[in-house]
């Protein structure tokens, strides 16, 4: 036992001499690398690339303005030129821009004003009267024709104008009976009942009379009077 612990100890630090190298290997490689990159004596440094001049940056941005209002196209010739003549202007408002042409030499006012003459119609020739005669004669055919038909029709206007009038005047004459009988009957009913209330009335007058009679003839002592009824 005794001579185990002894051994322990120095496979131990066996083990942490063996790794203490690794470790300061392990630290010293990021010092290497530092020391490769730096120049050699004598030699310039190389020059690092300058970075790219940024551009400037605009405070604000621009403002997007639409763009102008292409202009509107003609519009295209009507057909005929409907609409789009320009009127001569006016004589009465502006009588020297008057377009209308002057009247010739030589004439008055006078003979502008005459009347002009007008050709009479020609006479009318034997196929215009025929034609005539012919309308004239389909004319008569139809009248003919119709003229029962439409004096029938006038016929059974008048009779349903007139069966309506009377249809009207009865229902006008019903309903004025129905408002008297209605007034009659309503009479009749107020008689009634008037007549009822006063025949109470004097019914219970007589029972108040005859009531005060049998007091007073109690009071003066009469003992059949005086018995409840």
Request: glycine share 4%; net charge negative; aromatic share 2%.
């Amino acid at each position: 036992m005794r001579t185990t612990l002894p051994c322990l100890a120095l496979a131990g630090l066996a083990a942490l001499g063996l790794a203490a190298p690794a470790a300061a290997q392990d630290r010293d490689r990021p010092l290497g690398d530092l020391l490769d990159a730096l120049p050699d004596d004598g030699a310039e440094a190389p020059e690092k690339p300058e970075p790219a001049a940024a551009a400037p940056e605009r405070p604000f941005a621009p403002l997007l303005r639409p763009p102008p209002p292409r202009a509107r196209p003609a519009p295209a010739p009507v057909p005929g030129r409907i609409g789009t003549t320009e009127l001569p202007p006016s004589a009465a408002l502006y009588p020297e821009n008057d377009p209308s042409p002057a009247p010739p030499a030589g004439l008055s006012g006078d003979a502008l004003g005459a009347p002009v003459a007008i050709d009479p119609p020609p006479p009318p020739t034997e196929a215009d009267l025929a034609w005539q005669a012919l309308q004239e004669q389909r004319r008569r055919e139809i009248n003919a024709v119709e003229a029962p038909l439409v004096a029938r029709l006038n016929a059974q206007v008048a009779a349903d104008q007139e069966a309506a009038r009377l249809r009207a005047e009865q229902d006008r004459a019903d309903y004025e009976r129905a408002l008297l009988d209605r007034d009659a009957e309503a009479a009749r009913i107020e008689a009634d009942h008037r007549a009822a209330i006063e025949a109470h009335r004097r019914a219970v007058a007589r029972q108040r009379a005859a009531h005060e009679a049998r007091v007073a003839a109690c009071l003066a002592g009469d003992r059949a009077a005086c018995a409840p009824r």
